[in-house]
T-cell receptor
């Protein structure tokens, strides 16, 4: 596709349930990033992928959060045993090779609400 | 530590007037600075970036930003505001750690352009 796509666009879940969020980066982009946008914390980095490996997971807030990327393309962010404080917009971005001067292009986000 | 500050939560401007959205940064080494815009229920859209060279950077939708090293600022500007410019604006600095490049975002500034 022409841009980064994410699904679902909205997700409502009950506390304690697991959720999976999907990101499809721009075709040919080897670098992929997950960010979280919440009222209290603003925009914060979660994890970075280069190809299928994640050399920087420093932003994952707890061990309930995990992510994987397969085939150097689609990535899935999984949140286990969701809590109300996980409610946020989860944004995915991609860039060509992860270089320092590259622009990161963002998807529309997944709005997660944990009841 | 690298950080970005956007001192104004909201900026109000009359249509046709010039606008400025302020951003200051703190970074060790050469800064790589970015501006993104977010419209309601949308992801982040890239506006412009400063990597090196000319201090005045021109971007999308008639926006420009001026890099000022002595004042550690990267203010976003537009000569004549449009109602359609009303949105949430984020300044970001590239954090290069271990060769990777997560973005560190400011808290965002809401721009309201009144007819």
């Amino acid at each position: 596709g022409a841009g980064v796509s994410q699904s679902p666009s909205n997700k409502v879940t009950e506390k304690g349930k697991d959720v999976e969020l999907r990101c499809d980066p721009i075709s040919g982009h080897t670098a992929l990033y997950w960010y979280r946008q919440s009222l209290g914390q603003g925009l914060e980095f979660l994890i970075y992928f280069q190809g299928n490996s994640a050399p920087d997971k420093s932003g994952l807030p707890s061990d309930r959060f995990s992510a994987e990327r397969t085939g150097g393309s689609v990535s899935t962010l999984t949140i286990q045993r969701t809590q109300q404080e996980d409610s946020a917009v989860y944004l995915c971005a991609s860039s060509l090779v992860g270089g320092r001067v590259e622009t990161q292009y963002f998807g529309p986000g997944t709005r997660l609400l944990v009841l | 530590a690298q950080s970005v500050a956007q001192p104004e939560d909201q900026v109000n401007v009359a249509e046709g007037n010039p606008l400025t959205v302020k951003c200051t940064y703190s970074v060790s080494g050469n800064p790589y600075l970015f501006w993104y815009v977010q419209y309601p229920n949308r992801g982040l859209q890239f506006l412009l970036k400063y990597i090196t060279g000319d201090n005045l950077v021109k971007g999308s939708y008639g926006f420009e930003a001026e890099f000022n090293k002595s004042q550690t600022s990267f203010h976003l500007k537009k000569p004549s505001a449009l109602v359609s410019d009303s949105a949430l604006y984020f300044c970001a600095v590239r954090r290069v750690s271990g060769g990777y490049n997560k973005l560190i975002f400011g808290a965002g500034t809401r721009l309201a352009v009144h007819p």
